[in-house]
């Protein structure tokens, strides 16, 4: 388990505005970018960790949108 110190060091490495999601990938959970969670077409959104990035927000409400939009029309 990490420790208080490590978390903390961790979370100033993330510049304020990057969002950082967890994702699901193929069954193991991880962290990534939108653009990783966008380039992989089998990864599930999970939750946002940090950031404050409004139009990342913007960009996986827009995936999930497009993929609803898919499976009602197919």
Same mark, same amino acid.
């Given at each position: 388990?990490?420790?208080?110190?490590?978390r903390l060091r961790k979370l100033e490495q993330i510049a304020p505005?990057?969002?950082?999601?967890?994702?699901?990938?193929?069954?193991?959970?991880?962290?990534?970018?939108?653009?990783?969670?966008?380039?992989?077409?089998?990864?599930?959104?999970? %939750?946002?960790?940090?950031?404050?990035?409004?139009?990342?927000?913007? %960009?996986?409400?827009? %995936?999930?949108?497009r993929i609803a939009y898919e499976q009602a029309n197919n």
């Amino acid at each position: 388990m990490k420790s208080i110190i490590e978390r903390l060091r961790k979370l100033e490495q993330i510049a304020p505005d990057k969002l950082v999601i967890l994702a699901d990938f193929d069954g193991v959970e991880k962290e990534c970018t939108v653009d990783e969670l966008e380039a992989s077409p089998n990864a599930s959104f999970i %939750r946002v960790i940090s950031g404050n990035s409004l139009d990342d927000v913007q %960009r996986i409400l827009n %995936r999930i949108e497009r993929i609803a939009y898919e499976q009602a029309n197919n």
